[in-house]
Every structure is written in structure tokens, then in C-alpha cells.
């Protein structure tokens, strides 16, 4: 049986201690002759380094008829260079004790290594030969391809995916984001070498391009390296970004996707948001911490603790360099599909109407700046912090102004973003479940269209 000791008393809840002050690394930045940005940290407290290099070739830059190009364009870069097949590039990187790894988002593409830092000069080499000379084979191509397709079918099994399809396609119609990011199985098959060449050419180009570079290493050095290996690659213009706008909808619509078998229904409401770069950002992660992004937010303790609908409701902003999709999202059971969406729409009318109150600002505001130090643990967490710097065109010192920036957020200036940037009006309300179930209880928030999965 333990005993507390003298003086503490258990019933009461102890008082949060002072915010400590934090630091963002210093990090050196610099721009090649060629048009490539370079940003360094040195963190040497372990013999490790992350290397990454973003270029302009997201999903944002495809063209609307070519769905998917950009994804199978970024995992094919690690898939084998002029030099070397997709084996020796996989046996390479493990005899270097290292990690290899492409990829595409919305907004850029990028090739990364972890290494030890003895390798440094190694994964740099490594780096710019799979940057400057992909090798794009036939066999490759058709293997990642086939890869991605099983990939789009088990997705057509999946409530959450299904509901993410159609929300998409229901708030940004026939542009980019109106599409799957991995395209569909259609739109693969279209695709060969030449056209994944031709997308290559145009969008991996040093200006628009940002080496990263974070772990024990001396930035100076680094950067002499990074001339080394990356000053010789030929400056191109820069691709433009593509303008998406995304048309309001005229009213709120419902789109239920039919899944008879389905236990329990997928809800996935929201409209169009603002840009990553817009100057309210910051009041969207405040706003939305209180909505939905946290455990203790608004919808969550309604839909979860009062009423019992839901094991987890939550809601975000996406970061994108267009205006990406603000969505809340829900599994709960079908017999309350259409309460709950009643509910949180209640809750996104209530914050555009109510000012939060200053506890329930304060509250959030001290969790978001205190929980902030921790999400820079680790040369993989400033490489995130610097890739933001460099996808969104952000301000070298953003980051260390950023915890302030938050604390000084008032209780007008998120009443006004509720306002702005939330509309229960026109958005559109995805529910992946039984049709026949679903319709009498989502009649009433607008036009009903069932669609098959």
C-alpha cells in the first residue's frame, strides 16, 4: 500500500508549471547557382544524418487527365537509375546501413536517405544520381504500376477511403483535387515511359528544388558537398504551380455510398479551406484544435462522451499549396448517423456564433505552445519543420516566432476565422454505409444522391 507523503493532497489537481522557453535549431540556409535552396542543421547528439531532396513534382502539378502521374512518377524515382537496377540501388543502400525511400504528396515529390554521418558524403552521391538520372525501366514501371492498382482495390473495401474518394470528388469536382492522389486503375494504365519522362524533364529541376539536410554533420561542409554533387545539375525554369479554386457549393449536399453489409457508417463532411500560405493559418490550428483536432475538443466530448455515438470525432485543415479540404470525420453506428451529423453541425454553427470563452482559449493555447517542444525530438521532426519552410515559401525564422504567434491569438481573432473559413451551409456530407438505412435520417440536410462503391 503506498503512502503519499506529507503535505500532498491527493483530491486536488496539481498546477501546470511555467512554460519553458524553447529554441528553434538554428540552420543554415543557402541558394546554388542553379537555382537549388539548401537548409542544414547540425544536431549531433547521435552519429546519424537525414538527407532529403524536395522537388516541385506533387500531385498539385499533374495534368487533370493524367490522375496518378505525379504518385507513380515519385515511386518510381528510388526504383533503379541509369547506373544502377532497383537491386544494386536496395543492396547499395544496405551495405551503407542506411534507409532509401520516394514518394509524392499534393505538393512536392522527394527522394530520402537516413544514414550514419560517417556515410554523409555517400548519401549525398547517392541522392543526386537517383535525382539527376532515374532509371524508369519497363519492368519497373510495370511493377510498381501493379503494385498501385491492388493498392486502389483494397481501398474500394475501405469505409474511410471510399469516403475520402467521394468527399473529393463532391467539393472540388473536375480539377487535381476533385481525384484520387494515386489515381485510378483507368488512368495507370495510360500512362508509359515517355509521358513519366516527360513529367520528369519539367518538374525535377534544381530551381523550385530544396536539399535537407539534419543530424550530426557541420553545415558548412555539407554545403561544400552539396556543390560537390548537386552544383553541376542543369538549371531549368522553374515549373509554374497550377491555380486550383475550388467552386462553393451552392448548398449543402449528401452523398451516401451504399454498403448494405456495413456495420457501422462513415461519416465525412467539410468544404474547401484555405491554403497553407494564407496569413489565418495560424488561427485555423487554434480554431481547430478547439473544434476537433484535440482529444478534449468540442465534437469529440460531444459526439463521444455525451451522446455515445462515436469512439473518436475529429476534424482537421489540410496543408496544401492550394486550398485544400477542411473535413471532419466520424465512424458511428447507422442508427445515429443522421443525430450525429446534427451534432456537429450544432457545434460548427456554435463556434462562428459564440466567441470561445477565455478559459477554453487559454487552455488550448498553452497545450499547442507547451506540447510544441515535443514534436522536435528527433532529426526526422526538424527535417518536417524545414520541409514546411520550404514547400510554402515560409519565413526562415517562422518557427521560432510560431509559439508566439498562438499565444497572442484573441478571442476576436478566432470568432472572425470561425466565420471566415467554416460554413455549415455549403459543404458537402459523405455517409459510407446502408443506403436504405441512412436516407430517411440525411434527407433533411439537403439533395440525397446514393452512389455505388
Do not use: C
Not at 447507422?334 to 450544432?346: C, I, K, N, R, S
Not at 470563452?357 to 521532426?381: A, C, K, R
Not at 521560432?400 to 481573432?413: G, K
Request: aromatic share 6%; net charge negative.
Amino acid at each position: 500500500m503506498s503512502v503519499a507523503p506529507a503535505g500532498i493532497d491527493r483530491s486536488q489537481v496539481p498546477s501546470p508549471g511555467a512554460l519553458r522557453s524553447f529554441d528553434f535549431p538554428t540552420f543554415r540556409h543557402h541558394r546554388l547557382d542553379n537555382g537549388l535552396r539548401v537548409l542544414a542543421v547540425s544536431m549531433p547528439r547521435v552519429p546519424l544524418v537525414d538527407l532529403q531532396i524536395l522537388v516541385p513534382a506533387g500531385a498539385h502539378y499533374e495534368a487533370r487527365e493524367s490522375p496518378g502521374l505525379a504518385h507513380l512518377h515519385g515511386s518510381l524515382l528510388d526504383e533503379g537509375t541509369l547506373q544502377r537496377s532497383s537491386l544494386e540501388l536496395a543492396g547499395l543502400v544496405e551495405g551503407l546501413g542506411g534507409s532509401l525511400s520516394s514518394g509524392t504528396g499534393w505538393n512536392m515529390a522527394y527522394v530520402e536517405a537516413g544514414l550514419l554521418s560517417s556515410h554523409l558524403d555517400r548519401g549525398l552521391e547517392l541522392l543526386a544520381e537517383v535525382v539527376r538520372s532515374p532509371g524508369f525501366a519497363a519492368s519497373e514501371l510495370d511493377r510498381v504500376r501493379q503494385r498501385i492498382q491492388a493498392d486502389i482495390l483494397r481501398r474500394k473495401g475501405l469505409p474511410a477511403s471510399l469516403a475520402d474518394r467521394f468527399f473529393a470528388a463532391a467539393v472540388y469536382g473536375d480539377t487535381v483535387y476533385g481525384r484520387p492522389l494515386i489515381g485510378t486503375a483507368e488512368s495507370l494504365e495510360q500512362i508509359d515511359r515517355e509521358l513519366l519522362m516527360a513529367f520528369y524533364r519539367q518538374h525535377v529541376v534544381p530551381d523550385g528544388s530544396t536539399l535537407i539536410a539534419v543530424g550530426d554533420l557541420d553545415p558548412d561542409d555539407l554545403l561544400t558537398q552539396a556543390i560537390s554533387h548537386l552544383g553541376a545539375w542543369e538549371a531549368s525554369p522553374q515549373p509554374s504551380l497550377p491555380v486550383i479554386e475550388a467552386v462553393p457549393l451552392a448548398r449543402t449536399e449528401v452523398h451516401i455510398v451504399d454498403r448494405p453489409e456495413s456495420a457501422q457508417t462513415q461519416l465525412l463532411l467539410g468544404h474547401a479551406g484555405v491554403p497553407r500560405s494564407h496569413p489565418d493559418y495560424p488561427q485555423t490550428i487554434l480554431l481547430n484544435a478547439i473544434f476537433g483536432g484535440k482529444f478534449t475538443s468540442r465534437i469529440n466530448l460531444n459526439l463521444r462522451e455525451k451522446h455515445g455515438f462515436t469512439y473518436g470525432a475529429q476534424s482537421g485543415f489540410a496543408r496544401r499549396r492550394g486550398p485544400g479540404p477542411f473535413s471532419v470525420r466520424a465512424a458511428v453506428g447507422t442508427d445515429v448517423a443522421g443525430a450525429a451529423t446534427e451534432q456537429l453541425l450544432l457545434e460548427m454553427r456554435r463556434i462562428r456564433e459564440e466567441p470561445v470563452s477565455s478559459q477554453e482559449l487559454e487552455e488550448t493555447q498553452d497545450y499547442l505552445v507547451g506540447v510544441f517542444p515535443y514534436t522536435l525530438q528527433t532529426i526526422s521532426d526538424i527535417a518536417k519543420r524545414l520541409e514546411a519552410i520550404a514547400i510554402f515559401d515560409l519565413p526562415m525564422d517562422y518557427y521560432e516566432h510560431y509559439p508566439a504567434v498562438l499565444a497572442d491569438i484573441s478571442q476576436e481573432d478566432l470568432l472572425a476565422a470561425a466565420q471566415q473559413h467554416l460554413d455549415p451551409d455549403h459543404l458537402a456530407i459523405v455517409a459510407v454505409g446502408p443506403a436504405k438505412d441512412l436516407r430517411p435520417q440525411m434527407e433533411s440536410f439537403g439533395p440525397v444522391l446514393v452512389h455505388q462503391p
